[in-house]
């Protein structure tokens, strides 16, 4: 009788301790329950689009901005493979993300126009583990309004640069009339204010320049002129011409190239590309500085190469260097001008030659720009 008691109470506390286990786990499914509404509740109210793929490429997860932006019903895609949805063909290279094995690094980010004029920049991150693929989360954001903004901006701006540039070039001969003595004998005094003012007109007419160039390129109207052509003759070109202004700042230019294959360039560009890196170089390195450039090739590319001993770029500042009206803080408080437009824009060229341009720097060292043009870019 005793060992009849001995297992009840036994039984009874094995009951109670599985009660309790019930307890918790059932404490624990409804917490994570809530925890993934909560999750849910966020997604569904981002404003940019998400989609959750398994590793099979299936639709686990996808929220209404989704759905929206892409024409499809959340509820008939769920569990569907996404690469096979023919509701999408209006943005192929959402598919082009997933289908290319040699695109899908941790982050690919692309910007896609679709057939009803919406632009959208798609993300897709890869989800992994130590072991395997876990599946995709791809962000859609819509950058429609931005674009509308930026083609009225980039429009304002080519007009205002239209408007202004005749009557600068009317003051520029007016001053160079003056100054030549074409309309009569000037002092000394007034020689010295009107070259300064011709000099602030030349600053202000390569600014509207600029501008006109970057709206051009932005609208995708910058013209090229490309042509079979030695890369050297361009670089002599541009040294010659720039003679007087690495005299007068007093630094040492040496030049090192060898004959290189012919590239089809728009050899005007080109000579802008090189003129600018020139002139960078020259105005941040102090006098007696020294700069160097190399042109060689390798089987690919021609290779143009140009170094400075001057003030360098500041590692934090480095990734926008290439961007709109960008100047790095270390040249703003030199009493140098500059509009912040060149770099941008010799980027744009360089890329329309199907070349690369980078460089390397390490503030008050010096900085090194290369850019490279393809020898077969026909």
């Known amino acids: 009788m005793e060992e009849l008691l001995t297992k009840s109470e036994d039984l009874r506390k094995v009951r109670a301790a599985l009660l309790n286990v019930l307890e918790d786990t059932d404490e624990l499914r409804r917490s994570a329950v809530d925890e993934r509404n909560k999750t849910m509740a966020i997604i569904e109210n981002l404003t940019d689009g998400v989609i959750l793929l398994n590793k099979k490429k299936q639709i686990e997860i996808i929220n209404s901005p989704a759905a929206e932006l892409l024409n499809i019903s ?22 082009k993300i997933l289908i290319d094995k040699d695109r899908i690094k941790n982050i690919y980010r692309e910007e896609v126009t679709t ?10 991150v890869l989800l992994k583990d130590e072991i395997e693929e876990k599946g995709f989360l791809i962000i859609i954001h819509d950058v429609t309004k931005e ?85 050297e003759d361009v670089l002599d070109s541009v040294v010659e011409n720039s003679q007087e202004m690495i005299r007068n700042k007093n630094v040492v230019l040496e030049i090192n190239k060898k004959e290189t294959p012919k590239v089809r360039i728009d ?21 007696g500085g020294k700069i160097k450039i190399t042109l060689d090739n390798d089987e690919k590319n021609v290779i143009f190469k140009i170094e400075d001993s001057g003030v360098g770029i500041p590692k934090s500042q480095q ?60």
Not at 77 to 92: A, M, Q, S
Not at 188 to 213: F, P
Not at 270 to 282: F, K, P, R, S, T
């Open 74 to 95: 959340k509820k008939e895609v769920i569990g569907r493979c996404f690469v096979d949805l023919l509701d999408i063909e209006n943005i192929p290279e959402i598919k």
């Open 115 to 124: 057939l009803d004029g919406l632009h959208l920049e798609i993300t897709s």
């Open 147 to 231: 674009k509308l903004i930026e083609k009225i901006k980039t429009e304002f701006i080519s007009v205002a640069a239209h408007q202004l540039r005749t009557p600068l070039s009317t003051i520029k001969w007016t001053i160079r009339m003056i100054l030549d003595g074409d309309v009569g004998e000037i002092s000394e005094e007034q020689r010295e204010l009107l070259e300064q003012t011709y000099i602030s007109n030349e600053r202000m007419i390569r600014l509207i320049n600029d501008l006109l160039d970057v709206s051009r390129i932005e609208e995708g109207r910058l013209l090229y002129n490309q042509e079979d052509a030695q890369m």
């Open 267 to 287: 050899k005007e560009k080109i000579g802008v590309v090189i003129q600018n890196l020139l002139e960078n170089a020259v105005k941040y390195t102090e006098p």
């Open 319 to 378: 990734d926008r260097i290439f961007t709109k009206f960008f100047r790095a803080e270390n040249v703003t408080r030199m009493e140098t001008d500059g509009t912040g437009l060149g770099l941008y824009t010799i980027k744009n060229i360089v890329r329309a030659h199907k070349g690369q341009i980078w460089f390397e720097s390490e503030e008050n060292k010096g900085t090194t720009f290369y850019f490279t043009i393809p020898i077969n870019n026909k």
